[in-house]
């Protein structure tokens, strides 16, 4: 049972998507701190391809398993399941179209570099500040490229943004004590915030820094 190139490649990005948004990031270190205790460092690559081949192959067990599925003799019992088997071939459709066509949320998804620094600013959305704002503000200021913003996580009072160590060092500099929309700018470099920890933005946020 050989999977498509092509089908493969959709499943790694949709796993890829789905850790950059996961909601619990810290599971997925100590997950990863295992597998480095574990699995030897020529293997690991090896690890995640045998997983991945694992999940697919069940996968396509499972769908072949409700292809060979035999309706039942009583008429009003096979009435009453098939809605059921309706839905889970429209699950098995849901699923291989969602495989090949990442959502649009999806593909704007930036890659943080290793080394990639986040800082806390005070500056949020009940001070009408958006992720369109803090670029502008940025870029404006810093001799920062729109480009090298690597991601933006907005809360109510403050907002984390992911860049360079070295931008981040730069921003530092060249925000801090500037007022803007009534505040007086306080930024440095957060230890709480972990880039690989950041949550999907916003497609308002996202559109903002594409």
């Known amino acids: 049972m050989e999977i498509k190139d092509s089908e493969l490649e959709g499943i790694i990005q949709g796993l890829v998507s789905s850790i950059r948004s996961d909601s619990r990031p810290e599971e997925l270190e100590k997950i990863k701190k295992l597998i480095k205790k574990n699995v030897p460092f020529t293997l690991r690559s ?6 991945l081949r694992q999940m697919t192959e069940k996968k396509e067990e499972r769908k072949s398993a409700r292809r060979d599925e035999k309706p039942f003799v009583k008429k009003e019992r096979t009435q009453q399941n098939a809605p059921m088997r309706d839905n889970a071939a429209r699950e098995s459709r849901d699923e291989i179209k969602a495989d090949k066509e990442p959502r649009k949320s999806e593909k704007k998804l930036r890659i943080v570099p290793e080394g990639a620094k986040t800082l806390y600013i005070n500056l949020g959305k009940m001070g009408h500040v958006y992720a369109r704002d803090l670029v502008s503000l940025i870029t404006s200021n810093c001799e920062i490229a729109k480009e090298d913003i690597y991601l933006i996580r907005l809360h109510d009072k403050y907002s984390f943004v992911t860049m360079s160590e070295e931008n981040c060092q730069k921003a530092i500099e060249k925000l801090e004590g500037l007022q803007y929309k009534n505040r007086i700018i306080q ?5 709480k915030e972990k880039p690989a920890a950041a949550a999907t933005q916003a497609d308002e946020q996202d559109s903002s820094i594409s």
């Open 46 to 51: 090896y690890f995640s391809a045998y997983l």
């Open 187 to 191: 930024i440095n470099l957060s230890n």
